[in-house]
């Protein structure tokens, strides 16, 4: 019998084959299921060397071993006549079948159940097919140390830095991808809330000297585990490991996602000291709730982290952008005077770009202070530069943007607030300039929807935002009903508080107003008509911070007001401290600089500012369209003008469009008209509205079920609810 018979004979080709499709079962089982248990690739890589080793052993076996009735036993033992190896044949190739079977049904599921173009219609893992898109979750802390958590944020933090600098590739920022932090939710949902096609999540271990860092890479389509890996160190530099690992699954991640190679940054952390390190972290996560009381709890840990570590490059930062925060600013935190901010803070940035010139946390510090001090495109340019190194950060490329609308450029402001919100989805201080800047565009509904959602994910934040949105939209009901509701949550986020007084302003409760923000005075002596108080207390703010735009602006429109002479050298002052540039001065601003400097004599500046605001206008309605504060705006370049008709057109139109501040209507432009039948009409048509919806205010604050529980509305809001008629006393 020649050679090949016996083979065939003694089922040696069958068994190969059996052993064959078995293994590459084996193999594509191992490959699914391995990454979900942290099983580490080596394992999975000597699992397969052990069965391509195991394929002679098998063709050896079967050579020289039969299985009889009695039990395995040798060949040579085995009597011819008494051999069995042809029923043998048939269960080995009725085995070969069954899993040829399972093989063709495994590749069919991979193939067209599994499969990218499918994916998880309740996950809807990206929301533009974006492949090149990963966020990083928070990574597992797995000690039975709870203070160990700020080595697992730090490994994920730095692994997203790492990541962030690979050019095509997208990463959703931290501030959005730690809101998962503890929270044990479905791949696909979180890929789907991120905007992310890909999830790196993993856990951290540490015992006695030893630590285990555990990483998988997740098609979030259809939660295929393309990549893992398992790190074991010695726990003796934290922070060297960090970077090795950091990097390590970066290079490997560069491979799966098929993208390019990182850009060259800087070390990682910035720092070597562990505590400094752990108190710096939670300085970043106070920051980023946006309190007046977080943002100095803020300001305290990063001092002491520079204090720990006076090389710590960002802590640096931080504490600059903390101080910068805290001013007096409308839209700011506290109370600092601007200029003594900027003098605070300048130093601790100066020091921190002599450490790390090429930070980005460092850079976006750099463009921050510039802005404040109106510099703002050199504040573009370095926001630009923090960018490039770390495209995620949200928060710099809302501060571009505001940056950006300082200089005029309103045309590209839009398209930098979707990236805001693209990067960083789940981001309260993203999703809330994004609302409230595609209201400014006239996309009411996508605002809406926007803000809506930023109620689910911080309800007091949403409410704020809002009270905002509706203020502007008209509905001051609303508006006063959203701003208590996020006045109660957090009393100390004071842009709250300044917005809704303003609102409570436009509604004539003025005593309420104080009692909410007493800093709101000027604009309370603005709707009282007491003018020279106005002036004054411009006056006391601008004394107190020379610096401020705003202040400067409130003067203006101070002593214009008061028609008070000295009204030019603050159309002079204004004009100057802006660097001559419109955009900061505003519509209205050039349009009373007109009308002062054209009262001093000096008409040829005041033709110049009226020509900046009329290109002004004209970007404003090319770009937003018509609403209330381009209508406002056209009334009174139409009234500077001597088109009164078209002056009333357009405040009936701004009126319509939701603008309720009555004191417009005393502006000395408007002085031809205060006899004019169709001016007056539009002056009763806007305080009936403000009545109607002050009334309905007053029941939501004083009524028998106030909107507010813990608080306690001035004394003289309630007495207005009682003499109004509306009081209706409880009966016992």
Known sequence: MSLFAELKRRNVFRVGAAYAVAAWVLVQIGEAIFPAFGVPDSLFRGMVILLVLGMPLALFLA???????????????????????????????????VVLAIAVAL??????????????????????GDAQSIAVLPFVNMSSDPEQDFFSDGISEEILNVLAQIPDLRVAARTSSFQFKGRNLDIGKIAGQLNVANILEGSVRKSGDRLRITAQLIRADDGFHEWSETYDRKLDDIFAIQDEISTAIADALKLRL???????GPAATGTTNVKAYETYLLGREQLNNRTRSSI?????????????????????????????????????????????????????????????????????????????????????????????LNPSNGAVRNWKRMALAGTGRFDETLGISYDSVRY??????????????????????????????????????????????????????????????ALEATPDRVPNRR?????????????????????????????????PLAVDIAERNLARSPRSITFLQELLYARYLARDSAAAAS?????????????????????IMSEVTRASGDRQAADEYLDSARAYLAKVESLAGENAYAFAARAHLAAVEG????????????????MRGQPVFDLPVFDELQDNPAFIAQRERLAEIVARQRAAVLEMLCGPEPIVSSWEPAPETCSAYEQSGQYRPQVP
Not at 68 to 95: A, F, M, N, W, Y
Not at 645 to 658: L, M, R, S
């Open 63 to 97: 050579w020289a071993f039969e299985v009889t009735p009695q039990g395995v036993k040798r060949e040579k033992d085995v009597d011819r006549s008494q051999s069995v190896t042809h029923e043998t044949g048939r269960k080995l190739d009725r085995t070969i079948i």
């Open 107 to 128: 590749f069919a599921i991979d193939k067209f159940l599994l499969g990218p173009e499918t994916g998880n219609p309740d996950s809807a893992a990206t929301g533009d």
């Open 258 to 264: 098929a993208v390019g190679a990182a850009d060259a």
């Open 296 to 388: 100095e709890s803020a300001r305290d840990n990063f001092r002491r982290a520079v204090e720990l570590d006076p090389e710590f490059a960002p802590a640096y930062a931080y504490q600059a952008i903390a101080l910068l925060l805290l001013t007096d600013k409308p839209t700011a935190y506290g109370d600092t005077p601007l200029g003594e901010a900027i003098e605070q803070a300048r130093p601790l940035i100066d020091r921190a770009l002599e450490l790390a010139p090429q930070r980005p946390e460092v850079l976006a510090a750099k463009g921050f202070l510039e802005n404040q001090r109106e510099n703002l495109e050199l504040a573009v340019e370095y926001y630009d530069r923090s960018l490039a």
């Open 424 to 485: 960083d989805p789940l981001s309260k201080i993203a999703l809330y300039n994004h609302g409230l800047t595609l209201q400014s565009f006239g996309k009411t509904d996508e605002a809406r929807a926007t803000l809506e959602r930023l109620v689910s994910l911080d309800e007091a934040y949403g409410n704020a935002a809002l009270g905002t949105f509706y203020s502007r939209q008209g509905d001051l009901e609303s508006a006063v009903s959203h701003h208590y509701a």
């Open 499 to 531: 917005r809704l007084a303003e609102t409570l302003i436009d509604l004539q409760l003025f005593d309420e107003a104080l009692r909410v923000d007493e800093k709101t005075r000027f604009y309370v002596a603005i709707g009282r008509a007491d003018y």
């Open 571 to 591: 159309a002079d002052e204004l004009w100057t401290a802006t660097d001559q540039n419109p955009f900061r001065v505003g519509i209205q601003g050039l349009t």
């Open 643 to 658: 088109r009164y008709d078209d002056a009333i057109a357009a405040i009936a139109k701004a009126i319509d469009a939701g």
